[in-house]
């Protein structure tokens, strides 16, 4: 049975979906506290959940990136750990580094949160290996700052080396312009394909009466 | 001493809330605006009293923390 980790910082509100996501899938799951120094023995995934850490007081992650429990997430992902950051856990990872680029204010200036549709772009990594190259997913977002921004020649390297992973589109899988990201980037790996972040919430969207359940695939991949 | 740090989004990165100003001073008829950029500006009361090693560390402080690097640029000035 696989260990899930998901952290907890003061504002983080999808802990609670996020464990229930992967105890569905089979899992084992704890909550981890941000004082905590070290992730738990025989962890095989560590989730950074969704929320509104320290309540984005300056910017959104970037006082989370001190907290003690992150300098052991960073030496777990360097020993080669996988890690997934979802929302306000993709805008911890860029903040402290993990993974490239930023995360701005959405162009429109508005919370946006809606069921939005999702263009796989790369599947040959662990997290969208159980979903085609170029299908169409429904997934929630729910967000503020979600405009990702990197520069000419970073944006050139995540395209050569295959990191983007999600990008917003219509459901013909045409690029659509939903927050001012990018080339409408939704998602992204590092270049080791073993740290993820995107700003879909992939654990809202686990039961289709609930509207989808196309976050089960998504998820699957990290635990196989 | 006083040391006060100016965060603005770097050139040629869009500022989405500058843009929304700009667009409402347009709708006021201001005229001649050009361009609007929003920042954020940090004031930090220091109780040392040299402003070198006030300058020094401030510049820490926002190169660690006040600043995103990737999208921000910042400025320091030490206020007697």
Not at chain 1, 67 to 92: H, T
Not at chain 2, 32 to 37: H, P
Not at chain 2, 55 to 71: G, P, S
């Amino acid at each position: 049975m696989k260990s899930i980790a998901i952290l907890q910082f003061p504002g983080t509100n999808c802990d609670l979906d996020t464990k229930y996501a992967f105890e569905k899938l089979g899992c084992k799951s704890q909550i981890v506290w941000h004082k905590e120094r070290t992730i738990p023995k025989d962890t095989d995934l560590v989730v950074i959940a969704g929320g509104f850490s320290y309540g984005d007081y300056l910017r959104a992650g970037a006082i989370a990136k001190f907290s003690p429990i992150m300098s052991a997430v960073i030496e777990y992902a360097n020993g080669g750990g996988k890690v997934l950051g979802i929302c306000n856990g993709f805008q911890i990872l860029t903040e402290v580094g993990l993974l490239e680029g930023a995360l701005k204010r959405n162009i429109n200036l508005h919370f946006i949160s809606k069921f939005q549709t999702l263009k796989v772009v790369n599947n040959s990594n662990s997290f969208l290996q159980k979903c085609k190259k170029d299908e169409i997913l429904n997934i929630p977002i729910a967000h503020a700052d979600g405009n990702y921004y990197i520069d000419d020649i970073g944006y050139r390297e995540l395209k050569e080396n295959g990191q983007i992973l999600l990008q917003y589109s219509n459901a013909k899988g045409e690029r659509e312009v939903v927050n001012g990201s990018i080339d409408s980037i939704a998602g992204i790996c590092n270049k080791n394909k073993n740290v993820f972040g995107l700003m879909p919430h992939p654990e809202r969207a686990m039961e289709l009466i609930l509207g989808s359940s196309d976050g089960v695939k998504m998820l699957e991949g990290l635990i196989e | 001493m006083k040391a006060v740090v100016n965060i603005f989004l770097k050139e040629g990165v869009l500022d989405p809330q500058g843009k929304a100003i700009h667009h409402a001073l347009d709708a006021m008829n201001f005229e001649g605006v050009e361009d609007v950029r929003m920042g954020k500006q940090i004031v930090l009361k220091l109780s040392t009293t040299s402003k070198e090693k006030a300058l020094a560390e401030v510049e820490k402080m926002a190169q660690e923390i006040l600043a995103n690097t990737v999208i921000e640029d910042y400025t320091i000035e030490i206020v007697e």
